[in-house]
């Protein structure tokens, strides 16, 4: 505890000297209620039990936060560790009180904390108690993470268009004679029957609409990106964006790959020969991951009177280059969700949202599969 102490401390310096910019606050809220002993029905609640009842809501809210971020492999880890990891609310999180109640017919007290969570800094010490895999950089022994390429594209629905196919159907049926023959030719022997049979055909015509036909256009992926590669840094990876990587090793580039998915039908096929050529650039700069992202902006809808709502979906997977055969070691397929004042404003929203979010989640997932 003593050496999670000293190096928290000096991470508090750091992101001091780094300044406001560098914190990603991650806001969190719970209550908490506790029962007052009945000699105190008369009086107010003591201060250690309101110093009691304020802990319990810290606690709350911090198993909040733990269950909201941490997934996989991480949320293990917390549990595992879950003292250790408890000193992080104190140091990266600040807590207010608020709406604190005596009800003295039921002998209650109960209060509402709301917590802000520095989620980069908890990040960066989360990976420095429970680092799996590190490398030792020649010469100064420095510590390094594991080294990420990575590209996401994205696009959206420009047009809409439904197709329509008609077809004839044909139907046959067979009408007996007139009653009377029927009646006749049962009383008559089989071989002189009058019972007559006609055929009659009717012409059905029936329409099937297909599936909704999509045109799409490229959306820009700077934001995303950039909260990709704060999500990975913050985890302890190395990162190398793809636009980076291609001007050193030659490859697809950004424009190509992102014509390409937007000139797809489906979301998540690809051309082998595209995937190929982002490969053979990553290890042309001796990558030995690589992380490959589709995102597709979905339809908004209106939230209220003045804000829209816009959902992403995403699908990526992480590839080890290691070997002559890349072998895909994770994946995630999933929605993420961002809202602004309009269409324009949700949709960058909700696409560094995936960025940040998808990219998160899915770093339990290497650490547990990949590295």
Not at 227 to 256: E, H, I, K
Not at 294 to 308: D, N
Not at 354 to 370: A, H, K, P, V
């Amino acid at each position: 505890m003593k050496k999670l102490n000293c190096w928290t401390t000096w991470s508090c310096l750091l992101l001091t000297l780094c300044g406001p910019a560098a914190a990603q606050m991650f806001e969190v809220r719970d209550r908490v209620t506790m029962d007052v002993p009945k000699a105190l029905f008369s009086s107010s609640p003591s201060a250690e039990l309101k110093a009691e009842a304020r802990k319990q809501a810290v606690d709350r809210a911090w198993r909040r936060y733990m269950a909201q971020n941490f997934s996989g492999a991480r949320a293990q880890q917390a549990m595992d560790n879950e003292a250790a990891l408890r000193s992080m609310a104190d140091q990266f999180c600040s807590f207010n009180f608020a709406d604190e109640r005596f009800d003295k017919d039921a002998g209650q007290f109960s209060l509402e904390v709301r917590g802000s969570c520095d989620q980069r800094a908890i990040d960066a010490a989360f990976n420095r108690l429970f680092r799996t895999t590190t490398q030792q950089a020649g010469g100064g022994g420095r510590a390094r993470g594991p080294l990420v390429g990575f590209v996401f594209l994205a696009r959206r629905a420009a047009a809409e268009t439904n197709e329509r196919e008609s077809a004839l159907t044909l139907s046959t049926s067979a009408t007996e004679g007139s009653s009377d023959n029927q009646q006749s030719g049962r009383r008559a022997s089989a071989g002189s029957s009058t019972e007559q049979a006609s055929v009659t055909q009717r012409a059905n015509a029936s329409t099937t609409t297909t599936d909704a036909v999509y045109r799409y256009e490229v959306e820009a992926t700077d934001d995303a990106m950039t909260s990709v590669a704060n999500s990975l840094q913050s985890n302890g990876f190395r990162v190398s964006r793809y636009p980076d990587l291609v001007t050193q090793c030659p490859g697809p580039s950004m424009g190509d790959l992102s014509k390409r998915y937007a000139d797809m039908s489906v979301n998540t096929a690809w051309n082998p020969k595209d995937t190929k050529g982002m490969y053979d650039a990553a290890r042309q700069c001796r990558l030995p991951y690589f992380a490959f992202g589709l995102m597709e902006v979905l339809k908004a809808r209106q939230v209220g009177l003045s804000a829209f709502e816009v959902v992403v979906s995403l699908n990526v997977k992480v590839s080890d280059l290691s070997e002559p055969l890349a072998v895909e070691c994770a994946s995630m397929s999933k929605q993420f969700s961002g809202r602004g004042a309009d269409r324009l404003e949700a949709a960058r929203s909700a696409l560094k949202i995936t960025g940040e979010e998808g990219s998160r989640e899915l770093i339990d997932i290497i650490r547990s599969n990949c590295l």
